[in-house]
């Protein structure tokens, strides 16, 4: 007896495989639970399947069935003789190499909202200067002083360079074991920096703010002859013989780098090859994001900062769980140069840090232009330490923590509800097209030799990357369209100088990184765990909000921020990891 006319079969190693099964398709059921079984082979001997009928059938999964089979035939014959060979001549030219550190792209996005160029001569910021700052008797004090302080500790020589670094390698080890928060101790090149640092001061020569202070960096930024991980085991043991710019820079203003930190397996979420990095406010909670190790680093009081980044939450998520203060910059404020790459359109670099006052002075180190990175340039920010904040009209919210909201007013903000008004639905989709297409473009070799099956989350990239090669290029394009117009209509709608919202909503998360809106992670306060174990506890769930503000107005968000946190002391709390409580235990 013949196969069902409706059903279509394709051999599938010694067995075969009907391609409606998927979607239930009734004739195989049947002839499945009637029939003996006839191979594949002997089907297609009946009846062979033509490239076209194939061809026609997969058109479901692009959105376009309204071929007829003579233009099918002519697709075919032009995708064999152009495409195919056009796609793999390009692969040669750039895709050999995973991670997009090479060959950037040259369609380039651009997020000021300016029809200039928003560029001119960029002039540092003018610091204030910590008075009356004296060394705490214990390390645990010097752990968790702000970096403005601790600068001055080694201004005036109250502390060296040197024993800061022993401080933090200290803390680093001891913490490390239950936060997993480190993948790389750069401990011999810490302590030669830091001898630098001490040197360079002895001889009279200060380099600023960050003039010996430790710090880490996610692991997706290469330096050089130490592991640039990507938190995969596929590049575990990469080293990358380059200095990413942000670490030039850092390295320039005389900072100390310690460790590279834990970022989630190719910087999507807190799972890496090594395991996965907990919350210190909550080590039964992970710290959700891929700056995962940034996040739960400087909320431990194991770095003064560190620098993470964000395409889609990364800074804001972990940020927002772990109790600290953080910057998503404005895109292109900070060049990206020898960086994994997710997304050339949506990557941005941001500091981790204990306040608003240090994001500041570590936006000012680290931002810049770079010819590695075409999107990056010169953001012509203003001072925040010299902004008049009673001159701001600021909207918030129906989701924003009051108690922003009426520190601010009481400091002279004008204070406003305010709502983002916009008619684009697709937000969220538009940024996974634009994601993962871009990321397999600089994963695709990767997934060709099949090691998306060793990724540590199978339920991560390997699903959304393989659901990419579905994404015509069509459609990408109509995205970026969309995308576009979604920037259009937030650009109108924006009537206040900044506002305040949750940070963590999933569409504001998705809208901001499409726009290339900064935002400021605050820290506004603390509140008991669900289910506390019997006898008590002290761990906490943090509570935060976001203050947003237009691209190229950073400095706004972060002076709202410093003004907020002046008469506040939430981002001043220390999580309790020494401390946990009776019977409190990390659940493995």
């Given at each position: ?17 009907c ?7 009734k ?23 033509s ?8 058109m ?32 040669k ?12 792209s ?15 001569e ?15 008797t ?13 600068g ?28 997993e ?51 995969s ?6 080293v ?23 970022t ?43 620098i ?30 020898d ?110 030799e ?31 369209r ?5 920037i ?14 949750n940070?963590?909503d999933?569409?504001?998360?998705c809208?901001g ?27 906490r ?5 976001g ?8 400095h ?28 409190d235990?990390?659940?493995r």
């Amino acid at each position: 007896m013949a196969w069902p006319s409706k059903c279509k079969w394709l051999p599938l190693q010694n067995s075969g495989r009907c391609l409606s099964y998927t979607h239930v398709c009734k004739y195989h059921k049947i002839w499945k639970d009637t029939k003996p079984f006839i191979s594949a082979k002997d089907a297609l001997k009946k009846e062979p399947i033509s490239d076209v009928i194939a061809l026609k059938d997969s058109m479901k999964y692009f959105d376009a069935e309204f071929f007829n089979d003579s233009k099918l035939r002519e697709m075919e014959d032009g995708a064999k003789e152009f495409n195919v060979p056009a796609f793999r001549e390009n692969r040669k030219l750039v895709a050999t190499e995973n991670g997009g550190l090479h060959n950037p792209s040259v369609l380039l996005f651009k997020s000021s909202w300016s029809s200039g160029s928003m560029t001119s001569e960029t002039r540092s910021f003018e610091y204030p200067r910590a008075s009356s700052v004296h060394r705490p008797t214990n390390d645990e004090d010097i752990a968790f002083m702000s970096v403005i302080e601790l600068g001055e500790l080694i201004r005036t020589k109250q502390i060296t360079s040197r024993e800061l670094t022993d401080i933090f390698l200290r803390r680093l080890k001891r913490y490390n074991p239950v936060l997993e928060a480190v993948i790389t101790y750069t401990e011999d090149l810490a302590y030669k920096q830091a001898k630098e640092a001490d040197d360079l001061l002895a001889q009279g020569k200060y380099l600023g703010p960050l003039h010996g202070i430790p710090y880490g960096l996610k692991d997706i930024i290469a330096v050089p002859h130490y592991k640039t991980t990507w938190g995969s085991r596929t590049f575990k043991n990469q080293v990358l013989d380059s200095e990413a710019y942000v670490y030039r820079r850092l390295k320039s203003a005389g900072a100390v780098l310690v460790a590279k930190l834990v970022t989630g397996s190719l910087a999507y979420d807190d799972i890496w090859f090594g395991g996965r990095t907990r919350n210190p406010w909550n080590i039964e909670e992970f710290s959700t994001g891929s700056s995962a190790g940034p996040a739960a680093s400087t909320s431990a009081g194991m770095v003064p900062f560190a620098i993470g980044s964000e395409t889609a939450g990364s800074i804001a998520y972990p940020a927002a769980r772990c109790g600290v203060t953080a910057l998503r910059p404005t895109f292109g404020t900070v060049a990206r140069t020898d960086v994994m790459s997710i997304s050339e359109s949506l990557d941005k670099l941001g500091p981790f840090c204990r306040s608003a006052v240090d994001c500041a002075v570590v936006l000012d180190t680290i931002r810049g232009t770079d010819a590695g990175d075409p999107s990056s340039r010169e953001v012509a920010l203003g001072d925040p330490f010299h902004v008049d904040i009673t001159k701001l009209t600021v909207g918030y919210l129906d989701d924003a923590e009051m108690e922003v909201v009426d520190v601010l007013s009481s400091k002279g903000v004008k204070l406003v509800p305010f709502k983002l008004n916009y008619t684009v639905e697709s937000v969220q989709s538009i940024l996974n097209i634009t994601m993962d297409t871009d990321m397999l473009a600089h994963f695709d070799n990767w997934q060709r030799e099949g090691h998306d099956d060793d990724y540590e989350a199978q339920d991560q990239w390997p699903v959304e990357l393989r659901r990419a090669r579905l994404i015509p290029a069509v459609d990408y394009i109509q995205a970026q369209r969309a995308r576009g117009k979604l920037i259009r209509e937030i650009k109108d709608s924006f009537t206040v100088d900044a506002f305040v919202g949750n940070v963590t909503d999933w569409e504001r998360v998705c809208l901001g990184n499409l726009v290339g809106m900064p935002v400021v992670v605050v820290p506004t306060g603390l509140k008991s765990i669900e289910n506390p174990p019997k006898g008590g506890t002290k761990r906490r769930t943090t509570v935060t909000t976001g203050i947003y503000a237009p691209p190229d107005h950073d400095h706004i968000a972060l002076a709202l921020a410093m003004a907020y946190q002046s008469v506040t002391d939430h981002n001043k709390q220390r999580p309790p990891i020494d401390d946990l409580g009776p019977n409190d235990v990390i659940q493995r």
